[in-house]
Nanobody, 115 residues
Framework: QVRLVESGGGLVQAGGSLRLSCAASGSISSINTMTWYRQAPGKQRELVASSGSKGGTNYVDSVKGRFTISRDNAKNTVYLQMNSLRPEDTAVYYC?????????WGQGTQVTVSS
């Protein structure tokens, strides 16, 4: 059974940095996209950053230039480096991994940015 384990969330002051990690354990192969989503209180879940199997990346406009997604395919792990954090980045962050056959979600990790 595949399980995604997220880590790295926490409380940080505005302007600070955090690095999220999401590691897939279990029998998983042929990973395509690895994506980070977030959901703030009272808002819909939104795509933050995605990484394709061929190296392409995509970011929501509000994080461009501040966040960087990366992946280690040998470890089935995806990272999200978040710099210059703002209070509006406060949310629960979820990782999502897709294969040709399945979609997997992490349990979420809280990121809180204080002003």
């Amino acid at each position: 059974q595949v399980r995604l384990v997220e880590s790295g969330g926490g409380l940080v002051q505005a302007g600070g940095s955090l690095r999220l990690s999401c590691a897939a354990s279990g029998s998983i192969s042929s990973i395509n996209t690895m994506t980070w989503y977030r959901q703030a209180p009272g808002k819909q879940r939104e795509l933050v950053a995605s990484s394709g199997s061929k190296g392409g990346t995509n970011y929501v406009d509000s994080v461009k230039g501040r966040f960087t997604i990366s992946r280690d395919n040998a470890k089935n792990t995806v990272y999200l480096q978040m710099n210059s954090l703002r209070p509006e980045d406060t949310a629960v962050y979820y990782c999502n991994i897709r294969t040709p056959w399945e979609t997997y979600w992490g349990q979420g990790t809280q990121v809180t940015v204080s002003s």
